[in-house]
């Protein structure tokens, strides 16, 4: 048969030469059964978790957290309102230092002014009516 220019080379007729050097390249059945078939590959992938039993568990693992951080909040709020306690008590403290030193102030200046009030009067003289 001859070739015609405008066949298409898909079409062109080969060689049993070419065709088998073709079909050397293929794999074989001892090939193929090196390969897992697509049963091994459903035995193997049952031991896996599927996407429900992950959003199970993983649903399960969120409430877990939100239990466990809950309690940590509560001891951390707890721990700081004793901080803020022992602050309060420690700036009380100092301030009571300050208010000591003038504890008796109020006195002494009712003294003093009581002191200066005399002492304009008798400035003023003695009063005439």
Known sequence: MAERDDMDP???PVTRREFREEV????????????ATKEDLQ???E????KEDLETWG????ARMDTKFAVF??????ELARHTAAILEAMTTQIGVIDDKYK???PRVAKLED???RRAARRRGPRQS
Request: proline fraction near 3%.
């Open 10 to 12: 898909d079409d062109a």
């Open 24 to 35: 050397a390249k293929l794999a074989t059945k001892q090939d193929l059964e090196r390969y």
């Open 43 to 45: 035995r193997e992938l």
């Open 47 to 50: 031991r896996y978790a599927t």
């Open 59 to 62: 649903g399960a693992l969120v």
């Open 73 to 78: 909040e509560e001891r951390m709020l707890a």
């Open 104 to 106: 008796d102030l109020p």
């Open 115 to 117: 002191i200066e009030a």
